[in-house]
């Protein structure tokens, strides 16, 4: 099994450009997760989804589309691009319910817009 | 609202001595997960260990153990006889089961840096 794995590793966008981020788990995981991460701030989650054709707002948002047409696949959009969004991108997946159902990690994104 | 707090950015720490990582926690639920993970300089996310809000023994996994104290919101991260192969970053992280832990949303503290020394 692949696991989880992000599509590109890494991107240097201009501000004002757009592009998506493609995450896809082999693990049949109901729930699938964006965060990022940036120096002193751990990860923080951007958006979620709970099943396919559902998403949901997280921590930090805006400036964020997402989309999660097929279960396996979870995408992550950036319409109009802005240095402030320079982070590492990281996408997890999990099974539904309670007790140790930790989240798998993808390998990361490294986004720079300048 | 939860919250997670590692107060200790950076540690260092000698090879084959233990050493703890702290974190706090705040949540008015009283039924919620911790976690810690590490992430080494390649940067994927590791999974370490688990601890349930009404586990009644402090989780332990090989060469990790999670000091879990409910009453002190905290859940420290101990690790037993260090390697040069643990230096890396340390999360700790919660999960709040309200709802019936519906979304399994993680809430991430910011860090705690390892350096084990030769």
């Known amino acids: 099994n692949a696991g989880v794995t992000q599509t590109p590793k890494f991107r240097v966008l201009k501000t004002g450009q757009s592009m998506t981020l493609l995450c896809a788990q082999d693990m049949n995981h109901e729930y699938m997760y964006w965060y990022r991460q940036d120096p002193g701030m751990g990860l923080r989650l951007i958006h979620y989804s709970v099943g396919e054709g559902t998403t949901a707002k997280g921590e930090v948002p805006d400036g964020y589309n997402v989309s999660r047409l097929k279960k396996q696949n979870f995408l992550l959009g950036l319409e109009s691009a802005a240095p402030s969004q320079t982070s590492v991108y990281f996408c997890a997946s999990s099974p539904p319910g309670q007790g140790t159902y930790e989240q798998y990690f993808g390998p990361g994104t490294r986004l720079t817009v300048t | 609202a939860q919250k997670i707090t590692q107060t200790q950015p950076g540690m260092f720490v000698q090879e084959k001595e233990a050493v703890t990582l702290d974190c706090t926690y705040d949540t008015s639920d009283p039924s919620y997960g911790l976690f810690w993970y590490k992430q080494p300089s390649s940067g994927e996310m590791i999974f370490l260990i688990y601890q349930g809000s009404y586990d009644q023994q402090n989780a332990t996994e090989g060469r990790y153990s999670l000091n879990f104290q409910k009453a002190r919101k905290s859940a420290n991260l101990v690790i037993s006889a260090s390697q040069l192969g643990d230096s890396a970053m340390y999360f700790c992280?919660?999960?709040?089961?309200?709802?019936?832990?519906?979304?399994?949303?993680?809430?991430f503290g910011t860090g705690t840096l390892l350096a084990v020394q030769p």
């Open positions: 992280a919660m999960r709040e089961l309200r709802g019936g832990g519906a979304t399994n949303k993680l809430i």
